[in-house]
C-alpha cells in the first residue's frame, strides 16, 4: 500500500514538473546591448528622441513592469497588456472592441504597438500629442482603467517594490507622474518593428514571391499615398468612407480639433504587422484582410470629409487583392513578436 | 481510492501551481495625506521676493466654496462654488527703469482648497522697485506639447485633459437652479492652447501707482483679489439656462476665458 503510494506520489510528481516546464519557458534576460534605439535603415528621424529620458536598462524594466501591471487599473485587473498582447504585435487578438474595468466595452480598436517613437499623435482622434502623455489617457478613460493619475502615483508609492525600481531607474524613490511616462516612454518607444520579409527585402537580403512582388507594385500604385512607406502610414487622418456606426457616431478626429472639416476622420494606421492585428479599421468592424480590401471596391460612405482620392474607392482585381494579402503577409516582424526582452517577465 | 485520492490531490497541486495569480488583490488604501505629489512648501523667504497674496471673492463678499446658494450672477442667476483653482504662469515684473525680471519655470496652480497655494512667492527677484507686474492665466502652449511636467504642471493634479492632451487652465464647479444640467450642476472646465481655442489670457492688474520695494531684507505683499463673478459677465453676460457647462477646447471655453481675463485687481501693496 505504502509502496504503490510512493508509485502514484512519484507519477504526479513526473506529471506535474513535465506539464510545468513546459510553460515558463525561460526568457532570456534583457541586456543594456539589447537597449540601443537605432533608425533603422529608410526610415525618417524620429519624432520621439528620448531627449531627457536616455534608455536604460532599470527605466526599461521599469517601463515593462508597469506595462503588464493591473495597478494601474481603478480595479487592480486592467493592465496595458491586458489589450496590448505582444503575439498579435500588441494589438488585442481577436477583440475588435476591448474592455475594461467591470466589463465594460470601448467604442474603439485597440491598436498594434509599435515604431511609436515616429508618431506626432496617438489614438486613432490624434487626441494625445506626446508619446509620454499618452499612458494617462487609459489610465483615465472610464472604460478602460478608469483610474486617476493621482491615485496610480499613490499606488505605486504604496509598494517597495516600486520604491526600488524607480530608485534604480531614476537615481532616487521620488514617484512622479512624470518619471511613471518616462518609463512607459522607455519601454514603448524601444518597440521598433522594421525586420519583416518586406524589410528584409528592401535590404537585399532576401526575395519576394512573384505574387508579393505583383502585390507590392499594386500596393505602390494604389494604397502608398496614405499607408506611405516605410512606417506605412502617412501620419494624417482621413475619412477612408466607412459609415458611421449608428450605435457609437464617433465623429473621429472632429472630436479633438472642433472642426467639420475633421468630421469622421480617423489617424492612418500603419500596415506593418497587418496580417496578426485583426479585428480592423478603428472600430473593429472587420475581422479579415479580405473584408478590408472589399470595402475599397463596395461603394463608400459619401460625405463631404471622404478623401478625395477614394471618392470612387479603390478599383481592384480578385487576383490584385490576393496579389496585395500576400503582400500584406510579408509585413509581419516575427523578430519584434518573438523579441523576449518586450515579454511579460 | 486513495490513489485516486493522490492523483486528485496533485492535480489541484498542479493546476494550482502552474496558473498565475489569478486573483485580483484589492486596492491599496491610500491616506490622501501621504501622497508626497506636492511637497510640503518651502519656508517663506526673508528677502528678494514678492508675495502675491490671492484672495478669492465673489462681487464684495469672500468666496466659501461650500457648495450653498450664497452668491449672484449678474444676468440675476443665484449660484454655488464647490470647486475653484487656476494656473497663472510666465510671472513678468517690470522695475522703476523699465527693466523686466521674468520668474523661471513661472508655474502656480492656485487652488482655493489650498490656502498655502493662495500665497505664491516669487522668489530670487533681484532688489529694486517695481511698478507693475504682469502674468498668463493658464498654461503656455509649449509646455502643453512637451510631454509629462513635474510640480504645479503635475498631470496628477487633475487640471490635465488625457483624452486630449492639453491644461485646463482654470475650473470653477458648484450648482445653480437656472442650469439644466443633471442636479443642476455647473461645470466651467476652460481649456485649449492652440487656435482658433487658445485660452490663455495674459493679464496685467494695476499697481494702481503703488511700488513693491524689494531689497535682500524685505519681502512686499501685494494683495491680489480674484473675483468669481467676472466668469460671468463682461464682455459676454452668462445664463447659466444657456450654458452650464465647459469640458472642452471650443468657443464656449473661449466665452468664459475673455471673461475671465479681468478677474484680478490688485488691492494694495505692503512694503
Same mark, same amino acid.
Given at each position: 500500500?505504502?509502496?504503490?503510494?510512493?508509485?502514484?506520489?512519484?507519477?504526479?510528481?513526473?506529471?506535474?514538473?513535465?506539464?510545468?516546464?513546459?510553460?515558463?519557458?525561460?526568457?532570456?534576460?534583457?541586456?543594456?546591448?539589447?537597449?540601443?534605439?537605432?533608425?533603422?535603415?529608410?526610415?525618417?528621424?524620429?519624432?520621439?528622441?528620448?531627449?531627457?529620458?536616455?534608455?536604460?536598462?532599470?527605466?526599461?524594466?521599469?517601463?515593462?513592469?508597469?506595462?503588464?501591471?493591473?495597478?494601474?487599473?481603478?480595479?487592480?485587473?486592467?493592465?496595458?497588456?491586458?489589450?496590448?498582447?505582444?503575439?498579435?504585435?500588441?494589438?488585442?487578438?481577436?477583440?475588435?472592441?476591448?474592455?475594461?474595468?467591470?466589463?465594460?466595452?470601448?467604442?474603439?480598436?485597440?491598436?498594434?504597438?509599435?515604431?511609436?517613437?515616429?508618431?506626432?499623435?496617438?489614438?486613432?482622434?490624434?487626441?494625445?500629442?506626446?508619446?509620454?502623455?499618452?499612458?494617462?489617457?487609459?489610465?483615465?478613460?472610464?472604460?478602460?482603467?478608469?483610474?486617476?493619475?493621482?491615485?496610480?502615483?499613490?499606488?505605486?508609492?504604496?509598494?517597495?517594490?516600486?520604491?526600488?525600481?524607480?530608485?534604480?531607474?531614476?537615481?532616487?524613490?521620488?514617484?512622479?507622474?512624470?518619471?511613471?511616462?518616462?518609463?512607459?516612454?522607455?519601454?514603448?518607444?524601444?518597440?521598433?518593428?522594421?525586420?519583416?520579409?518586406? @524589410?528584409?527585402?528592401?535590404?537585399?537580403?532576401?526575395? +519576394?514571391?512573384? !505574387? /508579393?512582388?505583383?502585390? #507590392?507594385?499594386? *500596393?505602390? &500604385?494604389?494604397?502608398?499615398?496614405?499607408?506611405?512607406?516605410?512606417?506605412?502610414?502617412?501620419?494624417?487622418?482621413?475619412?477612408?468612407?466607412?459609415?458611421?456606426?449608428?450605435?457609437?457616431?464617433?465623429?473621429?478626429?472632429?472630436?479633438?480639433?472642433?472642426?467639420?472639416?475633421?468630421?469622421?476622420?480617423?489617424?492612418?494606421?500603419?500596415?506593418?504587422?497587418?496580417?496578426?492585428?485583426?479585428?480592423?479599421?478603428?472600430?473593429?468592424?472587420?475581422?479579415?484582410?479580405?473584408?478590408?480590401?472589399?470595402?475599397?471596391?463596395?461603394?463608400?460612405?459619401?460625405?463631404?470629409?471622404? @478623401?478625395?482620392?477614394?471618392?470612387?474607392?479603390?478599383? +481592384?482585381?480578385? !487576383? /490584385?487583392?490576393?496579389? #496585395?494579402?500576400? *503582400?500584406? &503577409?510579408?509585413?509581419?516582424?516575427?523578430?519584434?513578436?518573438?523579441?523576449?526582452?518586450?515579454?511579460?517577465? | 481510492?486513495?490513489?485516486?485520492?493522490?492523483?486528485?490531490?496533485?492535480?489541484?497541486?498542479?493546476?494550482?501551481?502552474?496558473?498565475?495569480?489569478?486573483?485580483?488583490?484589492?486596492?491599496?488604501?491610500?491616506?490622501?495625506?501621504?501622497?508626497?505629489?506636492?511637497?510640503?512648501?518651502?519656508?517663506?523667504?526673508?528677502?528678494?521676493?514678492?508675495?502675491?497674496?490671492?484672495?478669492?471673492?465673489?462681487?464684495?463678499?469672500?468666496?466659501?466654496?461650500?457648495?450653498?446658494?450664497?452668491?449672484?450672477?449678474?444676468?440675476?442667476?443665484?449660484?454655488?462654488?464647490?470647486?475653484?483653482?487656476?494656473?497663472?504662469?510666465?510671472?513678468?515684473?517690470?522695475?522703476?527703469?523699465?527693466?523686466?525680471?521674468?520668474?523661471?519655470?513661472?508655474?502656480?496652480?492656485?487652488?482655493?482648497?489650498?490656502?498655502?497655494?493662495?500665497?505664491?512667492?516669487?522668489?530670487?527677484?533681484?532688489?529694486?522697485?517695481?511698478?507693475?507686474?504682469?502674468?498668463?492665466?493658464?498654461?503656455?502652449?509649449?509646455?502643453?506639447?512637451?510631454?509629462?511636467?513635474?510640480?504645479?504642471?503635475?498631470?496628477?493634479?487633475?487640471?490635465?485633459?488625457?483624452?486630449?492632451?492639453?491644461?485646463?487652465?482654470?475650473?470653477?464647479?458648484?450648482?445653480?437652479?437656472?442650469?439644466?444640467?443633471?442636479?443642476?450642476?455647473?461645470?466651467?472646465?476652460?481649456?485649449?492652447?492652440?487656435?482658433?481655442?487658445?485660452?490663455?489670457?495674459?493679464?496685467?492688474?494695476?499697481?494702481?501707482?503703488?511700488?513693491?520695494?524689494?531689497?535682500?531684507?524685505?519681502?512686499?505683499?501685494?494683495?491680489?483679489?480674484?473675483?468669481?463673478?467676472?466668469?460671468?459677465?463682461?464682455?459676454?453676460?452668462?445664463?447659466?439656462?444657456?450654458?452650464?457647462?465647459?469640458?472642452?477646447?471650443?468657443?464656449?471655453?473661449?466665452?468664459?476665458?475673455?471673461?475671465?481675463?479681468?478677474?484680478?485687481?490688485?488691492?494694495?501693496?505692503?512694503?
Amino acid at each position: 500500500m505504502k509502496f504503490r503510494t510512493l508509485i502514484s506520489t512519484a507519477l504526479c510528481a513526473a506529471v506535474t514538473i513535465v506539464s510545468c516546464s513546459r510553460d515558463p519557458e525561460i526568457i532570456p534576460e534583457t541586456t543594456a546591448e539589447d537597449l540601443v534605439f537605432k533608425v533603422p535603415q529608410g526610415f525618417p528621424a524620429p519624432v520621439y528622441t528620448f531627449q531627457n529620458n536616455e534608455v536604460t536598462l532599470a527605466g526599461f524594466i521599469l517601463g515593462r513592469e508597469l506595462f503588464y501591471d493591473p495597478l494601474l487599473s481603478r480595479d487592480n485587473t486592467i493592465s496595458c497588456g491586458s489589450c496590448h498582447q505582444q503575439g498579435v504585435a500588441f494589438a488585442h487578438a481577436e477583440h475588435g472592441l476591448s474592455h475594461g474595468v467591470d466589463g465594460l466595452l470601448g467604442t474603439r480598436n485597440a491598436p498594434g504597438l509599435f515604431n511609436l517613437a515616429w508618431h506626432y499623435t496617438f489614438m486613432h482622434d490624434g487626441g494625445v500629442n506626446h508619446l509620454e502623455s499618452q499612458p494617462l489617457a487609459p489610465i483615465e478613460n472610464p472604460v478602460e482603467m478608469d483610474e486617476t493619475v493621482a491615485n496610480v502615483i499613490a499606488k505605486l508609492n504604496a509598494s517597495q517594490k516600486y520604491k526600488k525600481m524607480f530608485k534604480d531607474a531614476f537615481g532616487d524613490d521620488s514617484i512622479t507622474t512624470q518619471r511613471m511616462t518616462r518609463a512607459f516612454s522607455q519601454f514603448q518607444g524601444m518597440m521598433v518593428s522594421a525586420d519583416s520579409k518586406y @524589410d528584409k527585402y528592401m535590404r537585399g537580403e532576401t526575395q +519576394l514571391s512573384q !505574387q /508579393e512582388m505583383n502585390g #507590392l507594385a499594386t *500596393f505602390r &500604385s494604389k494604397c502608398a499615398s496614405c499607408h506611405t512607406e516605410p512606417l506605412f502610414t502617412d501620419r494624417f487622418f482621413h475619412n477612408n468612407g466607412l459609415a458611421p456606426d449608428p450605435t457609437i457616431m464617433d465623429p473621429g478626429r472632429m472630436m479633438i480639433t472642433g472642426l467639420v472639416a475633421d468630421s469622421l476622420k480617423f489617424a492612418t494606421p500603419s500596415l506593418r504587422n497587418i496580417a496578426v492585428t485583426g479585428p480592423y479599421m478603428h472600430d473593429g468592424r472587420y475581422q479579415t484582410l479580405q473584408q478590408c480590401l472589399d470595402h475599397y471596391t463596395s461603394p463608400l460612405y459619401q460625405s463631404a470629409t471622404l @478623401d478625395p482620392l477614394l471618392t470612387s474607392g479603390i478599383p +481592384l482585381t480578385a !487576383q /490584385e487583392k490576393a496579389d #496585395l494579402s500576400a *503582400f500584406l &503577409s510579408t509585413l509581419t516582424d516575427w523578430t519584434f513578436i518573438n523579441d523576449p526582452k518586450f515579454r511579460e517577465q | 481510492m486513495r490513489i485516486i485520492g493522490v492523483v486528485f490531490a496533485f492535480l489541484v497541486f498542479w493546476i494550482g501551481g502552474c496558473k498565475k495569480d489569478p486573483i485580483p488583490v484589492p486596492p491599496p488604501i491610500i491616506n490622501p495625506d501621504s501622497v508626497p505629489n506636492n511637497p510640503p512648501p518651502p519656508p517663506p523667504p526673508t528677502g528678494n521676493a514678492v508675495l502675491l497674496n490671492f484672495e478669492h471673492m465673489v462681487g464684495s463678499n469672500q468666496l466659501i466654496a461650500d457648495g450653498q446658494l450664497r452668491y449672484q450672477t449678474a444676468a440675476g442667476d443665484s449660484f454655488s462654488v464647490e470647486l475653484f483653482k487656476y494656473y497663472i504662469s510666465n510671472i513678468v515684473f517690470t522695475d522703476d527703469n523699465g527693466n523686466e525680471w521674468a520668474e523661471p519655470e513661472s508655474y502656480h496652480l492656485i487652488d482655493h482648497a489650498d490656502t498655502n497655494s493662495m500665497k505664491v512667492y516669487v522668489r530670487n527677484m533681484p532688489a529694486g522697485n517695481y511698478v507693475s507686474v504682469r502674468w498668463m492665466i493658464g498654461v503656455d502652449s509649449a509646455r502643453n506639447v512637451s510631454g509629462t511636467q513635474t510640480g504645479a504642471l503635475d498631470p496628477s493634479n487633475a487640471m490635465f485633459w488625457s483624452w486630449q492632451t492639453g491644461y485646463i487652465m482654470a475650473k470653477l464647479e458648484g450648482k445653480s437652479p437656472a442650469s439644466t444640467t443633471v442636479q443642476n450642476m455647473i461645470i466651467f472646465h476652460v481649456g485649449g492652447f492652440a487656435a482658433p481655442y487658445a485660452s490663455q489670457r495674459n493679464v496685467n492688474p494695476s499697481f494702481n501707482a503703488q511700488q513693491a520695494v524689494v531689497t535682500s531684507t524685505s519681502v512686499p505683499k501685494v494683495d491680489v483679489t480674484t473675483n468669481v463673478l467676472e466668469w460671468f459677465t463682461s464682455p459676454n453676460n452668462i445664463q447659466f439656462n444657456t450654458l452650464s457647462v465647459v469640458t472642452a477646447p471650443d468657443a464656449d471655453a473661449m466665452i468664459i476665458a475673455d471673461n475671465y481675463a479681468d478677474m484680478f485687481n490688485v488691492a494694495g501693496i505692503t512694503n
